[in-house]
Nanobody, 123 residues
Framework: QVQLVESGGGSVQPGGSLRLSCVATTSTFNRYSIAWFRQTPGEEREFVAAAFWTGDLTRIADSVMGRFTISRDNAKNTVVLQMNSLRSEDTAVYYC????????????????WGLGTQVTVSS
């Protein structure tokens, strides 16, 4: 079991940066893969990035490659999504999700979710 809390969202101009954090409450954080998804009203949830539970493996969606990075600190039970060169298309609610000993990127594979944090990119 794990509880997740996102933070760091806000409103920025195109080209700006935001840093999203996901803090997990669990005694076995190192057994969970942590991923970020985003969703716009009326649209399907979209994979953004994941930091998997072992092997120092990460994955970044093609749509944000070169602009976003993901990192995890197991000592702090935290995963950070650094977002640079933001575009209007990045506007969405961003969710942190956890999968126990999982390696997938589809949202249906993730059992635990935070409440989300809004990211708005506009002029």
């Amino acid at each position: 079991q794990v509880q997740l809390v996102e933070s760091g969202g806000g409103s920025v101009q195109p080209g700006g940066s935001l840093r999203l954090s996901c803090v997990a409450t669990t005694s076995t954080f190192n057994r969970y893969s942590i991923a970020w998804f985003r969703q716009t009203p009326g649209e399907e949830r979209e994979f953004v990035a994941a930091a998997f539970w072992t092997g120092d493996l990460t994955r970044i969606a093609d749509s944000v490659m070169g602009r976003f990075t993901i990192s995890r600190d197991n000592a702090k039970n935290t995963v950070v999504l650094q977002m640079n060169s933001l575009r209007s298309e990045d506007t969405a609610v961003y969710y942190c999700a956890a999968a126990l000993e999982g390696y997938g990127i589809h949202f249906k594979l993730y059992d635990y979710w935070g409440l989300g944090t809004q990211v708005t990119v506009s002029s």
